[in-house]
């Protein structure tokens, strides 16, 4: 598998560690009510859905950046990667 | 209504083979499903197949189907390395996986049919002080779960494999953990004795029926939606191992899962010359050889989600480059078929029989890579599970619950990472 980078272009796959759904860009807030639970699915529940997928990937070997990859888990094919930093900005409202 | 029963004897295959082979018939029936059952099972792998077989057989129910997509057996039950032990450390799981030992040893007897359930023993190579240690513990939780453990030095190791590459500058090996009663059985044969048995005991073997929705009603399940219609049941089973996150999510469920990729391996057939099952855990990569001679291999998962059934390259040379750093004689064997399976690899890396939130509705699932040693055991559990609504008691830690509770069975101790167990 070929991840396409958006600083480095095409790597290998082989240079990065997985580390799984991308929604653990989502940390619960420890101080809010439920906490708990909260952190209970957010550590160990995932969609592990068969088909697209959006995936946290470590350019270990690299230039150690986190992307957001876009991959079809029924096909390997990699659909896109982004930086994991902007994405969670992103979702924060804020920009980089 | 009953299957035929056709007993298999050295005496029936003789008389076969003298009148030319026409008396067999088929295994089992190829009923349509009714629209109404006590028990459903879904998934005819090895673990849906044994759970029939005992709920039929050992607890007495009646009125049960199990409902496979495919065909029986077109999972992981016929594409594993059919390696079979009870070589594990923590209390959670070893005395589930003696249990399963000790079903290996009397199943074919009780199902009559040649599992070729072979006890020719697995080696867990040590190649540092750290690990010895680690294995004369695991070996100890063995004994006091009733297994067997030895350890070996050197000189046993040498003896018994003298083509290992001792003296690898990284990797020497240092002795090993050995468990006589592992082995290996012919993983298709499991699944066919089981499937007869439970024919023969009246259960409805369905096959090319998808399970695609529960019937849930005020909490309860009342029975299964399936590409061949609407099939009512007092309670439901889930066995379907790599698929367990999409059917459960059929009802609502998220799971401690990821479904992953791991491949496998078979040389050419050779004589024989690998005398059981060895491991070299540190290198990825593990061998036996098979009744036809061919070398059977593999190593680690592919370590992301996949619902591919097929591994990439780079694990193939990381298996081939284990290979040659243990056995180097290895090289000169040409590889005839390469594979894969969907592994339900779990949060901690040990399994799940238990009810769900939803009552009537049971899970069997999270068997990693390490599911077919335990078809025997996971299938009488889930069976005394559905039975009784109480777990067996080896099956007792293997709880839903257990991860947000936090009594997890990490027997590597890699913390909630799949990939890693
Ligand atoms: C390459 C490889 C090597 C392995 N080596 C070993 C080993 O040496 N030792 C060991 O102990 N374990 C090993 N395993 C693991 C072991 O094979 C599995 O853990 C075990 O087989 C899983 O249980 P099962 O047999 O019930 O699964 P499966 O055979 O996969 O059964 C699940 C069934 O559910 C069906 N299904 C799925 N969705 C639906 C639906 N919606 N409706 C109806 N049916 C459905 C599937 O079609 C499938 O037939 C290995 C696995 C692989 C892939």
Redesign the interface.
């Known amino acids: 598998?070929l991840i396409p980078h958006p600083l480095l272009g095409l790597r290998d796959?082989?240079e990065f560690v997985?580390?799984?759904?991308a929604s653990l860009l989502n940390r619960p807030d420890g101080m809010a009510e439920g906490a708990a639970?909260a952190f209970?699915?957010y550590?160990?529940?995932?969609?592990?859905?068969?088909g697209v997928?959006r995936?946290l990937w470590f350019h270990e070997q690299g230039d150690r950046s986190w992307l957001v990859v876009t991959?079809d888990?029924?096909?390997?094919e990699i659909l896109g990667a982004e930086l994991a930093r902007d994405v969670a900005l992103a979702a924060k409202g804020g920009a980089a | 209504m009953k299957g035929v029963l056709m007993r298999f004897s050295g005496f029936r295959v003789f008389k076969e083979a003298l009148s030319g082979h026409k008396g067999w018939a088929p295994l089992w029936r190829n009923p349509d499903p009714q629209p109404e059952y006590d028990y459903v099972i879904v998934g005819g792998g090895g673990h849906g197949l044994a759970t029939a077989y005992y709920l039929a057989t050992t607890f007495r129910k009646s009125r049960i189907a199990l409902l496979e997509r495919g065909w029986l057996g077109q999972g992981n039950i016929g594409r594993n390395t059919t390696i079979i032990r009870s070589n594990y450390l923590l209390p959670g799981n070893e005395p589930f996986y003696e249990f399963s030992m000790k079903l290996w040893e009397g199943m074919e007897q009780a199902f009559n049919f040649n599992a070729m359930v072979s006890q020719r023993g697995i080696l867990n190579l040590i190649h540092t002080d750290g690990q010895r240690d680690a294995y004369r513990r695991r070996g100890n939780a063995m004994l006091l779960a009733g297994a067997d453990a030895e350890l070996l030095d050197v000189a046993q190791v040498r003896e018994m494999a003298p083509f290992l590459n001792f003296d690898n500058a990284r990797f020497p090996i240092k002795g090993g953990l050995m468990q006589r009663r592992a082995g290996t059985a012919r993983h298709d044969g499991v699944a066919w004795g089981y499937a007869r048995g439970a024919d023969l005991a009246g259960v409805d073997l369905i096959q090319n029926c998808e399970v695609t929705g529960f019937r849930i009603e005020e909490g309860r399940v009342r029975g299964v939606e399936t590409s061949r219609g609407s099939i009512g049941a007092q309670k439901v089973g889930v066995a379907v191992a790599g698929n367990s996150s999409r059917v459960m999510a059929l009802a609502g469920m998220r799971l401690p899962i990821e479904s992953h990729a791991l491949q496998a391996f078979v040389s050419e057939g050779l004589k024989p010359t690998i005398p059981g099952v060895i491991t070299f855990g540190a290198g990825h990569f593990y061998v036996s050889q098979s009744d036809k001679g061919g070398l059977v291999f593999g190593g680690d998962i592919e370590g992301y989600n996949s619902y591919a059934q097929r591994g990439n390259l780079p694990t193939v040379e990381d298996v081939a480059e284990g290979g040659m750093a243990l056995m180097p004689m290895i090289g000169r064997a040409r590889l005839l078929r390469s594979w894969g399976g969907l592994m339900d690899m779990s949060m901690d890396g040990s399994p799940i029989i238990d009810k769900t939130p939803i009552e009537g509705l049971m899970l069997n699932a999270g068997w990693c890579y390490g599911g077919f040693k335990a078809t025997p055991a996971s299938g009488y559990c889930f069976a005394h599970l559905l039975a009784t609504d109480t777990p067996h008691p080896t099956a007792r830690a293997l709880r839903l619950d257990r991860f947000a509770r936090g009594y997890v069975i990490d027997e590597k101790g890699v913390g909630a990472t799949p990939n890693l167990h």
């Open positions: 598998m796959a082989q997985y580390l799984g759904d639970e209970g699915d550590v160990y529940l995932r969609d592990n859905p068969a997928h995936e991959r888990t029924t096909t390997h």
